[in-house]
């Protein structure tokens, strides 16, 4: 194709794209316009010709009438932009240095437009790194080689602009997340110091808002490369000053990004000797701008926006940070020490305009000062607490206005985060300051309360220490008892000083039910507590609101108390009441919740059967499911059905008859009571395995049925079990759902109680069958996760011929769990099956998911693996061996990279380390290779604590040591590997190892 032909091509594309891009922003046109241009963009972008026709339209050439319009310019940069950050590893670095030098070109020719420009800026950032270390190294010596005594020599928008290139270069090569060149992201750390000390110069040169504004930005995106506040406050003290300079400045754009670093920084792990001057410092700057807060407490501080102040919230996240990192330091510094403490306390109730917002990042400091010495508390007294909780009460009780969520300006997800996330877990943290003392703050608010918030949140804040005050009154503690009896007394109305804010509102009677519940245990020792507190819930069951709660309050009472409550009433009387108080019809409540409601209520119930005489635990147990039996009957009876409302009853009973047949069964030798009611529906369920299977509700709480029949009285059911097994394989194969599996894992328990050769074989068919499924699973997992890093999963279904009907994560979960059942009980029939060599490698491929749940199970499951190869013959190992030759260098390297982030929670960081030490201990040539060849990877992301070779093979000993360590010990190595990535660690800590 000659240039002329390009040159059209181009041009009719780019003029296409405009007038997609035209649509998007300034026409008012019909939905299904907007629609038809935001999937032609988006079919553009996947586009080879994505790149040129971009670059074309956002710098068309001269005397061309495409890209007039900045937007539509700003936005071609966007795409291009786009282009970079989800293709870049398609693009050469030679094509990324051309790219580049394009765009490095057309920045100096369009400095008159701040839109285009700033947005170019990001967009060279983002090239850059793909480029290379030496295209990183030319942007950032251009930017930071300009003499100290020219530096304002340059326009404010030359120095703008000079920012912006420095903090897209960090943004893309610190925060996106990429796996970039490790010579890149050396590069990055080694030349932190020269970019520190050009914005040093910059802030001893420039005053202006603007640029401050940037460069404060610039310097936050930095701190990653390894940026500490120590080293900021000895080596670069004029950018430091400034931080804490714009404290004080009236400009958001400066106080805001400076506000930010200087959290960044006081939240870091820092050990260097200037860290405690630095946040000295900080804090004296900090009480200097208190004013703001009290002036936004007073009203006078609302931002323009008619929002909380800016300036209290950013004070209030830095006070918050240094009293949570810094407890000790703000405990033993005297008079200031003492006033951040005050202002801790205010802002703990809502001070500073800011509500909930402030309690929020000032309340989760409590815990930590509490755990500070009394020795080395300082000025911080039990009064400090005190206050404390007394603000934590304000903060958490409900507006005086409350009536409902729409008429209130609290948002009611912020309101039982702070509750259930912040509040507990500092109240807890008090209470053990101050013990009976608290105790008695609650009962004197309890007793002046006037309005239903203040009973409320009282009765809460009990709740929240129920574990710890039950354990005082255990203890005799007369305080806590009488506690306990006063609230007792007020929620049941056991005494005449009950006022009517226990029963104003359905706030305070939900509460109330949640302290039954959370108190559940010590009402089990009183019986005139537990009628009470029986009958008080069960009432409950007739208001829509407080419904699902009470039915909760009712299992736990049931279970705690069954032995009590058995002696108490007869069963017929217990079930009576409730099927009185259920049938009260209830407006507005969902059907899923309203099974969970008949379920807790069974469950409860169930408990109580569960400790009575045979005879009498059988009666009671057909009485309690008899509607449910009769239902399963009559529409087994009826055959094929459908509907809505028909699935809902069939669901319900078979969930209920599940409920009782879990919670009534005691582990003996005795006849189970629901032996013979499971006998006689049994019928009615084999025709429902059949005329339901279609329908994945009903076919998914059938398995749940098996699977609860299996694990508590299979053993009387074995003759079924290669029916059950046969219609759960068809289930899941049929739906994908994970309850077919469950009940699967359940009947492969059972069987390693009995040897049966027939239900063997049939174990073995079944594996083969359902884990065939698992291509299909893995296959719509990875679409999932690569439509949710694009943002876009709404089309999932429309590309899948037979889209799942439930959780494929919960599904995948329960595969690698089948097969753990199968290594623990039958490992020489998985060993020998091909079915191992699908799990495996699905397992192996998922230790790398997103979810990290999946992760985690898959991780077992490869644990699970090299642990049974211990109990059975050589011969059956083949398939394992071959396994782990084709998979063991990619799994090594999958463990290494995971653990060198730092989004990796507990539970899974010892889930791969239990890997790791199987492939070490097991396949100690092939793991070694392995290490030492993910440790030299040119984008290992742990490269940064890794630098030296020496350190890299300090490791690779300490795992490979010789005799091995103990499990635990190689957890605590992959710890500190994993601190060491992140430089968090020094490597000095490997010598331990």
């Not at 300034?26 to 994505?50: C, K, V, Y």
Request: hydrophobic fraction near 45%; aromatic fraction near 8%; charge should be negative.
């Amino acid at each position: 194709m000659d240039e002329r032909e390009e040159e059209r091509r181009l041009f009719k594309t780019a003029s296409e794209l405009q007038a997609a891009i035209s649509t998007v922003l300034f026409s008012n046109t019909d939905p299904s316009q907007l629609r038809l241009a935001n999937e032609w963009i988006t079919a553009f972008l996947a586009s080879p010709i994505g790149w040129s026709v971009s670059l074309y339209l956002a710098f068309p050439p001269q005397g061309c009438d495409l890209g007039l319009q900045p937007e539509v310019r700003f936005f071609s940069l966007n795409l291009l932009l786009s282009k970079v950050r989800t293709d870049w590893l398609n693009i050469p670095p030679t094509d990324a240095r051309e790219i580049y030098e394009v765009l490095l070109r057309q920045l100096s020719l369009n400095c008159h437009s701040p839109v285009v420009a700033s947005r170019l800026c990001i967009v060279v950032g983002a090239v850059a790194p793909i480029a290379g270390v030496d295209t990183c190294y030319e942007l950032v010596t251009s930017v930071i080689e300009v003499q100290e005594s020219s530096l304002m020599e340059f326009s404010l928008l030359d120095l703008s602009l000079k920012i912006d290139l420095l903090t897209a270069l960090a943004e893309e090569t610190l925060h996106r997340g990429r796996t970039l060149s490790w010579m890149v992201r050396d590069f990055m750390q080694d030349s932190c110091p020269q970019v520190l000390a050009y914005l040093n110069d910059l802030a001893t040169s420039c005053n202006q808002n603007e640029v401050l504004g940037k460069m404060f930005t610039c310097f936050e995106r930095w701190i990653p490369a390894g940026v500490v506040l120590s080293e900021l406050y000895t080596d670069y003290g004029m950018l430091f000053a400034a931080l804490v300079e714009a404290l004080n400045t009236p400009n958001e754009s400066v106080f805001q990004p400076a506000v930010w670093a200087l959290s960044e920084l006081v939240s870091q792990v820092d050990v260097l000797p200037g860290r405690e001057a630095a946040i000295l410092a900080l804090m004296k700057s900090l009480l200097a701008q208190k004013w703001k807060y009290d002036a936004a407490t007073g009203g006078n501080g609302k931002s323009e926006n008619g929002g909380v102040s800016i300036y209290a919230r950013g004070l209030c996240l830095l006070l918050s940070e240094i009293a949570s990192i810094e407890a000790g330091l703000v405990c033993r510094s005297g008079v200031d020490g003492g006033r951040i403490l005050e202002w801790l306390v205010d802002a703990s109730g809502g001070g500073g305009g800011l509500g909930l917002e402030g309690a929020l990042m000032a309340v989760e400091a409590w815990p930590r000062l509490a755990a500070i010495l009394v020795e080395k508390r300082g000025h911080i007294q039990p009064s400090t607490f005190m206050a404390a909780a007394q603000a934590i009460l304000q903060a958490a009780k409900y507006p005086s206005s409350f009536e409902s969520w729409d008429d209130v300006a609290l948002e009611e997800d912020l309101f039982f985060r702070f509750r259930t996330n912040v509040a507990e877990g500092a109240l807890k943290a008090i209470f053990k300051e101050l013990n009976g003392t608290l105790l008695s703050v609650i009962l004197e608010m309890l007793n002046g309360a006037s309005f239903w918030q203040d009973a409320e949140v009282c009765l809460y804040v009990a709740s929240s220490i129920s574990q710890e005050v039950i354990a005082a009154a255990r203890l005799q503690n007369q305080t806590a008892v009488s506690f306990l009896n006063v609230l007792y007394a007020r929620v049941l109305k056991l005494s005449n000083e009950t006022s009517n804010s226990f029963t104003q509102n359905e706030r305070i009677v939900e509460t109330s039910v949640y302290f039954l519940k959370s108190y559940s245990e010590w009402t089990a020792t009183d019986v005139n507590f537990l009628q009470h507190s029986l009958h008080y819930v069960m009432n409950n069951f007739r208001v829509s609101a407080v419904r699902l709660e009470a039915s909760h309050a009712f299992k736990e009472l049931c279970h705690k108390a069954a032995s009590l409550l058995s002696t108490m009433c007869s069963i017929d009387a217990l079930i009576a009441s409730c099927e009185a108080a259920l049938s009260v019809p209830v407006m507005d409540v969902p059907k899923d919740e309203e099974i969970q409601v008949q379920v807790a209520v069974v469950q409860g119930i169930a408990s109580v059967l569960a400790v009575l005489p045979p005879a009498d635990a059988e009666r009671g147990l057909v009485r309690l499911v008899s509607s449910a039996a009769a239902n399963i009957k009559e529409i087994a009876a009826v055959g094929k059905g459908n509907g809505h409302i028909t699935t809902y009853i069939l669901e319900s009973a078979l969930n209920v008859i599940s409920a009782a047949v879990d919670y009534s069964f005691r582990d003996s030798e005795q006849l189970p009571s629901a032996l013979h009611l499971l006998q006689e529906i049994w019928p009615a369920l084999e025709i429902l395995k059949v005329s339901w299977a279609a329908n994945g509700v009903v076919a998914a709480a059938l398995c749940d049925l098996w699977g609860t029949i299996a694990s508590k009285v299979g053993i009387y059911f074995v003759d079924v079990l290669p029916g059950v097994i046969a219609a759960a394989s068809s289930t899941f194969k049929l739906h994908k759902v994970a309850a077919p599996l469950s009940c699967l894992s359940k009947v492969v328990n059972l069987m390693a109680l009995k040897h049966i050769p027939e239900v063997e074989h049939c174990l073995t068919t079944m594996l083969l069958d359902v884990t065939s499924m698992l291509q299909y699973l893995d296959s719509v997992m990875d679409e999932i996760e690569t439509r949710s890093q694009a943002g876009n999963i709404s089309n999932l279904t429309q590309t899948q011929e037979d889209p799942p009907d439930g959780d494929l994560e919960s599904s995948l979960s329960m595969m690698y769990e089948l097969g753990c059942s199968f290594l623990q009980h039958f490992p020489v029939l998985i060993y020998s099956s091909v079915a191992f060599s699908h799990i495996f490698s699905s397992a192996a491929g998922a230790v790398k998911r997103k979810d990290p749940d999946v992760a985690v199970v898959a991780a077992n499951f490869l644990h699970k693996s090299f642990q049974a190869r211990h109990n059975v013959p050589q011969e059956f190992l083949t398939q394992l061996d071959q396994l782990v030759i084709s998979n063991g260098g990619s799994l090594v390297e999958a463990i290494l990279r995971r653990l060198a982030v730092s989004d990796v929670v507990e539970s899974l960081k010892e889930a791969l380390a239990d890997v790791l030490y199987g492939l070490c201990t097991n396949y100690p040539m092939l793991t070694k290779e392995a290490l030492v060849s993910s440790l030299s990877a040119p984008d290992f992301p742990g490269r940064g604590g890794f630098k030296l070779d020496g350190d890299k093979e300090l490791f690779v000993l300490a795992a490979m040591k010789q005799p091995p360590h103990p499990r635990l010990r190689f957890q605590d190595l992959m710890r500190v590997f994993s601190g060491v990535c992140q430089m968090i660690i020094s490597t000095e800590a490997l010598h331990s190892y």
